[in-house]
């Protein structure tokens, strides 16, 4: 495949092997691996949770959620592609703040709506202090969902935005970061945004619909589930937002890590095998059956 040269910014709420609750981290850890080996100029960003490490600052800015000033400590690691080209390092940023993210799990707490509108409002101006413009910026679900908007409002007033393609993925549309009007005023946005048209979802703001309504490009886990999603069966009372965008949504299945999931070296599996040795297979066929009490076939 052609290097593309892109600047990519992968935006996530958990990335394998930092921080994983489901499998949003595992495409969040490995998307970037795949799209850096391609030739792209690829960075990642989530939170600082308690249980990640504490690795090195390089920057600090204030951030101001409603009528509270933050400060966002910028921490960064990394993580390694391996291709037949051989090693490129891929940069993992963490959007550091105690106040909303020294917590024991990574959801759940009454004041989401107010720990991921910092998060949110910290992705640009982390980019701007790292110098960083992306060309596309990829968002993935609810905690993700305001910041195609922000960038709209930004790239009216700043030449570094107003080029800036955003990606907003849907991995599970049942959870969809809906909480009471007030977080508006946390994003720092009017209550023009709160309509039936715009971010007001059954009395509530949602920032799922933020991301399906102004992002460029929507994709989802398969072109099944992408109609499926545009269905009142299957589209969680978002399904008239979908249909609306449905020229701008894309079914795209996830692929596999071959490093991870390679069975001549999985030491998770019984025997190890390849193509050479599909014998094995049958081995471990077995063993699973043995430690699960099956019958042996």
């Known amino acids: 495949m052609l290097d593309t040269g892109l600047k990519i910014l992968v935006v996530a709420s958990e990335v394998a092997p930092f921080a994983k609750t489901g499998g949003l981290a595992d495409v ?16 990642v960003v989530l939170p600082r949770y308690r249980r990640i490490g504490d690795y090195a600052t390089v920057t600090d800015f204030p951030v101001e959620v409603g009528q509270r000033k933050e400060t966002c400590i910028v921490r960064r690691s990394r993580i390694e592609a391996k291709s037949s080209r051989g090693t490129k390092e891929v940069p993992v940023y963490f959007v ?9 799990r990574l959801y759940g707490y009454e004041d989401d709506a107010e720990r991921f509108a910092f998060f949110n409002l910290s992705i640009l101006p982390l980019c701007e202090e790292l110098g960083f413009r992306p060309d596309v910026v990829h968002l993935n ?52 945004y709160f309509t039936p ?17 102004f992002a460029d ?26 249909r609306k965008r449905g020229s701008d949504l894309y079914g795209i299945v996830n692929g596999i890590n071959y490093h991870e999931y390679d069975p001549s070296s999985d030491p998770r599996l019984f025997k190890t095998y390849d193509s050479r040795n599909l014998g094995a297979k049958v081995d471990n066929k077995l063993a699973l059956q043995r430690e699960l009490g099956l019958s042996l076939s």
């Open 96 to 104: 550091d703040n105690y106040h909303y993210f020294d917590r024991d």
């Open 28 to 43: 969040a850890g490995s998307l970037p691996k795949a799209l850096a080996v391609q030739g792209n100029d690829v960075r």
């Open 197 to 213: 048209g715009g971010v007001e979802f059954y009395g509530d703001v949602s920032f799922m619909k933020a991301g399906l309504l």
């Open 217 to 242: 490009v929507i994709n989802t886990v398969s072109e099944t589930y992408a109609r499926e999603i545009q269905t009142p069966e299957f589209g969680e009372g978002l399904d008239g937002v979908l």
């Open 141 to 192: 679900d609810w905690q993700s969902g305001f910041i195609p908007l922000l960038i709209r409002i930004r790239g009216r007033h700043s030449a570094l935005w107003n080029e800036t393609a955003s990606v907003f993925t849907i991995h599970n549309l049942r959870y969809q970061g809906r909480f009471p009007k007030v977080a508006l005023g946390l994003l720092g946005l009017g209550e023009e």
